[in-house]
């Protein structure tokens, strides 16, 4: 199968940013087969109330009126009941996003304390609202908590989350080890994981004194990069795309430290079609990129997206001639190099 | 004790390049505390020749005489029975180094397969060379070998080695695994390991991201960076000083990849002061810096240095004030990060 018509993907996890790197990124969704994208709310100040996250919508809409923007709130103090019950009913709002302190990128109002939350996820699993984690453990160095491990060691509280609000929609974001995967396996069907498109290439070799392959949470393995690959391929529909797409100025990235983030927007289905192709497993891209993710989020159920539409406005992706990653996106200080700069990934169109 | 008062410091591992950069880190070796340095032989090409490496003796005695230069040979299909010979004729030569292909920098010459080198290893017993062994293997994605297990996953090769040339000496160079001091200590009198300044410090949370601690083999985990401080501060002579000081010039750390390596030299036996002083075992500095790898390499035995002159060039390490470690060192090009740059160490000087 040497090219594939699909409906418009949804990526169901990417940062847009704000400002002039919003205006530079935005455009890339779409050139990335993307037609709905699940928006991340760590801008600074991070995105903690319905008419910050109504404000940021509008923004993003602007510069892309053809892309369907769903937008999560930042799990914080200031993140109440009320607040939930307010943001379920802009029906632009569709989870609520839980950073560890201090794990990433803008994550230093994040989370302490999940216990303090749960009247506010009693509130989301009513409202209907998705649990969106980045599930990693603070790194302690007297319990030998890296980042190696932080994942692993956060799954107890992603089951623990589960078995409290079981009926609760929840994200393990951005998963990258074989111990997250078989954790989201065992959970009911309201649990469910993002893979996002380089955790399908990159091992902890990889990011190893190689700034733009490295990210949070790192890439472990190559066992665990062929759980991810497994997962992602396997037509089990709680493993679905969330690119994690993240711009840092090249500036950000290449000096003397490295801000965590890969930028894969511009090329998201490629990337995965590209990894999908050396799997022998194109046949299940179309349930990976299009369709689990937006069942989860019930995109269509909720009136985000017409099913005729998302049908309508369909990508065909092929290997050949396939195209060249650009080397950089972007101007001045703001220039990003995406993932796989320079080299060969399968050719996308919009039909 | 806010201040040690204790003969020069030897070290058993440095890279002091060749050309303008050895110019620049030639001086930094007694600036570092240390009056004798084993110097690798990774330039470009490999020092593979009796000839090559007497000639690099002289390039570099000439920028300090004050130093003395101990020097190694790459192992490579050059490196033959005859070579050894001649090599431990010299009396400026005490080992051979070797490499596994491709696992860190100017390693393109390294060792694939041992066995065609026992016959080197054979004559090195004999005539008294010592092996040091950059212990890591190469990574296999098939067998889930990364940079993360490689140096545990070479601990099998040393223990052959050893039991197949008993009275060869090894030094397993830049240990910086809980199993690698295992391993050593298991091994008989001749088996010894050096332990970086950096690795007394670093764990995989601090080089994720930091290019300046970005180095091979990687730093591991707190429990392994715990085996080394107590290995390095046990008073076991198997365990002695080896920076492994690497210089790179700014732009091959701060770019679109990273080069392996944490430059120490300058500050080489403050780093180590400083340490020390936080475990609390200042007492076992002087074994560890000075006494150990000397009594390993047999540097008075074998007239290398005068055991008066040793003890007559001592350094006074002291807690306060301290200094703090430059920013750069170098010019133009060849600008240099040195290890926790703008950071508060113990300070040094010459009796």
Redesign the interface.
Known sequence: MASVTIPAAADFHVHLRDGKMMETVVPTVRQGGVSIAYVMPNLVPPITSVDMALAYHARLQALDPSVVFLMTLYLSPAITPEVIVAAAATGKIAGVKSYPQGVTTNSDAGVVDYESFYPVFAAMEEHDLVLNLHGESP?R??N?I???NAEESFLPTLLDLHKRFPKLRIVLEHCTTAAAVEAVKKCGPNVAATITAHHLYL???Q??????H?CKP?AK???DRQALLEAATSGNPKFFLGTDSAPHPRGAK???????GVFTQPYAVQYVATAFDREGKLDKLRAFVCEFGRAFYKTVEKGWEKEENVRRDGIVLEKDPGVEVVREIGQGDLKI?PFKAGEKVWGLRWL
């Open positions: 790194s160095p007297d030998d890296t980042i190696l091992t902890v070799d990011w190893a004194g190689q700034p733009h490295f790192v393995l190559p066992s290449e000096g003397s430290s490295c801000a965590a190099v």
